[in-house]
DNA sequence: TATAGTGCACTAGTGTTATAGTTCACAGGT
DNA sequence: ACCTGTGAACTATAACACTAGTGCACTATA
C-alpha cells in the first residue's frame, strides 16, 4: 500500500479508500481483525491519530468495530457494505468524468472511446504489478 | 451554471473547471472576452476574489490572458488547449475509477457495466435539461 | 474631467489537515 | 501481579487552503 503525501486527497481518506476496498475485495473477512494503529501507522510512516481518523470513518460506514484492547474487527455486513459502497464511488466517478465530457462537447462517441483507452491503459498496468 | 458550496471541490476550481469546458464548447471563442471577474461573481454570488482565483489559473494554463482596464480574453489557442485538457481530465477520471473497481475487486464486465449505467443515466439528465 | 467598469494586490478570518505528545481503560499472555 | 499491545480521548501546534473584504491602478467613454 502506497500514500502520496502530495495528493489532494488527505492521507486518512486514502487510508480508508484503500481499506475499504481490502474489505470489499476480500483481503479482510467478517470476524477478521484488521491491522492495528501503531502497526498500520509504523507500515506507512504516518501518525497513529492519522490511521485512527481513518478508522473512525470506517467505524461510521459500519465496516469495522472496535473492541478494546483488542483491535478493530470486519463486522459480518461489513464485506457487502464496503463492496456496495466501492460500486457507488466507482459509479460516480465514471458519471463525473461523463458530464464533464459532455460539457466540454465531446462527441459521445469520444467519451466511449476515452472510457475505452482508460480501461485498457490500467488493465495492463495491472499485469504489469502481477 | 450552478455551483455547489457544499462540494469537496473548491469553488474556485469549480468556476475554472467550468470555463475550461465553455471555452473548449466554443461558448467563448478566441480573442472575444469572457464575463468579468464582477459580472461572474454577482451572478455566481461568491466573492470577486474566488472568481479571480479561478481565472488566474485559466492564465497559467494560457487559455486566457488580461487586459488591464479591459477584462480576459480567451487567446488563439485558448479553444484547442481547452479541450485538451478537458479530454485529459475525463481519461484521468475513468482511470481512477477503473483503478478504483479493480481494487475492490469488481469483475471486468461489472466495471463496464457500470460505465454504461452511468452513461445512460447523464444521457437521461441531459435530456431533461434541453 | 468625471464616471463606470475592468483586473490586481493586500489583509484578515475561518476551517481543514497532519503531526506530536500525553494519558487512560481494556484484554491477553507470562 | 506484571507487562505488553490494543483503541480512545484530549491538548497543542504548525501549515495550508479557502473565502471574504477593501482599496488601488488601469481603460474606455460620456
Redesign the pocket.
Known sequence: MAID?NS???????IADHVRRAIAAGVYRPGEM??????LALEL??????V??A??AL?REGLVY???????FVTTHGSKSAQSTSQTAVYETFARGIRAGMEANMPDRQIRQTFRRAFEDVEAEARVKS
Chains 1, 2 share one sequence.
Open positions: 503525501l489532494s486527497v488527505p492521507v486518512y481518506q486514502q484488521i491491522p492495528s494503529l501503531r502497526a510512516k504516518v501518525n497513529p491519530n492519522t485512527q481518523r478508522f473512525e467505524e472496535a473492541r478494546k484492547g483488542l483491535g478493530m
